[in-house]
């Protein structure tokens, strides 16, 4: 059981479901205090977090990054207006007939995947470092923060309570922006406010890709248009 002087949480929420604001706020909760909220056993804990890890949180980055391996050959290959650009820049900043072809502006579907590639690597990347410095993550309820019982968020107003449910709607569309806050007890404010404004700059990056995968007259492979 929690002391009650390093309990984040409301003692009177056990069991009622551990809200994502728990986890993601200046506080981070200490797996007993995660235990009592989710009402979970150690084994159903255990299953729980095994289960999110893996089949929510692992399977999207490692299946495109499985798909970006396999379809590279395939990427090297496409054509389209985008490589009508970067040909002409290509020209224009005089690129070198004998130089490397990954050096040439000649492989834009590569150089985006690769972007892309490089955001699912950050997100495995922040799995594992909030599973060192915050495990609980991965015990949050979608439940307790869209509609939490009376007296269960530790501060219990309207706005609060607004600000629970666009934590679910990012929860779900957009997991990797969750898991890097709840790496706030090793980051720190400045390193998640500067990963806040770069994590944009991949989701843009995979908008332009999943456009230049999707104009060609034969659409990329579907396990990329779904990674992008």
Known sequence: IAHEEDA??????????LPIGAVVDKYSPTCSEGLLRSGFSVCE????????LTLWHWLQPVTFLFALVLYWDELGRRAGWMEDLSSWLGRFLSASQDSPTWLTFHNSSRWLGLFVGVRELLYVFFTVLALLANPCYLLVETAASWNPAPGTLYVDTPHARTLERFRVIMYICAPEKFVMRACHPIFGKCLVRFFTRLLPVFDLVAIIALIVAILPVEPFPPTMLIGY
């Open 45 to 52: 804990a255990l299953g729980q977090a095994l289960f999110k």
């Open 8 to 17: 984040h949480l409301k003692p009177d929420g056990a069991g009622e479901g």
